[in-house]
């Protein structure tokens, strides 16, 4: 019913930048907030950057000043842009986002599959 399709991943040397797209699809009457994750190896899933629809953002403390996330309500897009990146950095990121569909009452979560950057020299 509605699927979130991730790109932009790749392998990356310390100091340069990535773009990642999220884009959800599927019987949508409305998308509120939506998130990036990620999750390093060997730990955790932790939040990185959340956007609502009227576009106020929360960062964690890691990537803030590094990393902006932004979204486009009309192709129910979620973004996220990477400069400065550091070793550290490395993880499959994810995006969730929070829907609801033709015919529901509330919105429901949504992942993506992930998508994996990996930040070495």
């Known amino acids: 019913q509605v699927q979130l399709v991730e790109s932009g991943g790749g392998l990356v040397q310390p100091g340069e930048s990535l773009r990642l797209s999220c884009a959800a699809s599927g019987s949508i009457f409305r998308t509120n907030d939506m998130r990036w994750y990620r999750q390093p190896p060997g730990k955790q899933r932790e939040l990185v950057a959340a956007v609502t629809r009227l576009g106020s953002t929360n960062y964690a403390d890691s990537v803030k000043g590094r990393f902006t996330i932004s979204r486009d309500n009309a192709k129910n897009t979620v973004y996220l842009q990477m400069n400065s990146l550091k070793p550290e950095d490395t993880a499959v990121y994810y995006c969730?986002?929070?829907?609801?569909?033709?015919?529901?009452?509330?919105?429901?979560?949504?992942w993506g599959q992930g998508t994996q950057v990996t930040v070495s020299s």
């Open positions: 969730k986002a929070k829907i609801i569909v033709y015919g529901g009452g509330y919105d429901r979560d949504y």
